[in-house]
T-cell receptor, first 118, second 112 residues
Framework: GAVVSQHPSRVICKSGTSVKIECRSLDFQATTMFWYRQFPKKSLMLMATSNEGSKATYEQGVEKDKFLINHASLTLSTLTVTSAHPEDSSFYIC??????????????FGDGTRLSIL | AQSVAQPEDQVNVAEGNPLTVKCTYSVSGNPYLFWYVQYPNRGLQFLLKYITGDNLVKGSYGFEAEFNKSQTSFHLKKPSALVSDSALYFCAVRDVSDKVIFGPGTSLSVIP
């Protein structure tokens, strides 16, 4: 089945550091990938939609200069949390939908990245 | 606006008993509905989806869901719960802009 690989799975770093998270579709191509943020025991909050070859679309209230998204190929999207602070600590999850599957196809999720800012 | 509700934060069921996790939705047009499961510190795993056709949808790990248009519901069910089914369950709907909107989640605990 379709696999989405997300790396790293866990990051612990100091305040002020920038952190890059990668999301790769391993056996399918995706023009669109999605980035979510999840707080403990809460639902997923869509942060942005990553579009291959163009600018990402950010949800209301999400700072685009804080959360930089790059979707340089049909199999890779990256999220960079710039100058991270403790309030950015969270579980970040990416997902992708197979380009060749109709709109009715399910999204495939990475295993998430646990970001902890000290 | 599209929305998904899961009225129960927590569902407890004894092992071997049937389980139901409830979901209601609000969407314009024909709904694309999904159920996902999340284990601790992991991403989401797809269980099943309803697009069109039979109202009873069968999915992974013995789960099924019943689409009820008049009640705008899409409840997840399993005839006999396993301890390993204990996890967080999310109902989701895809809206007209292709975004997936998730419900708040229901924590399922299966008691041995």
């Amino acid at each position: 089945g379709a696999v989405v690989s997300q790396h790293p799975s866990r990051v612990i770093c100091k305040s002020g550091t920038s952190v890059k998270i990668e999301c790769r579709s391993l056996d399918f191509q995706a023009t669109t990938m999605f980035w979510y943020r999840q707080f403990p025991k809460k639902s997923l909050m869509l942060m942005a939609t990553s579009n291959e070859g163009s600018k990402a679309t950010y949800e209301q209230g999400v700072e685009k200069d804080k959360f930089l998204i790059n979707h340089a190929s049909l199999t890779l999207s990256t999220l960079t949390v710039t100058s991270a602070h403790p309030e950015d600590s969270s579980f970040y999850i990416c997902s992708a939908r197979d380009l060749m599957v109709l709109r009715s196809g399910a999204q495939h999720f990475g295993d998430g990245t646990r970001l902890s800012i000290l | 606006a599209q929305s998904v509700a899961q009225p129960e934060d927590q569902v407890n069921v004894a092992e071997g008993n049937p389980l139901t996790v409830k979901c209601t939705y609000s969407v314009s047009g024909n709904p694309y509905l999904f159920w996902y499961v999340q284990y601790p510190n992991r991403g989401l795993q797809f269980l099943l989806k309803y697009i069109t056709g039979d109202n009873l949808v069968k999915g992974s790990y013995g789960f099924e869901a019943e689409f009820n248009k008049s009640q705008t519901s899409f409840h997840l069910k399993k005839p006999s719960a396993l301890v390993s089914d204990s996890a967080l369950y999310f109902c989701a709907v895809r809206d007209v802009s292709d975004k997936v909107i998730f419900g708040p989640g229901t924590s399922l605990s299966v008691i041995p």
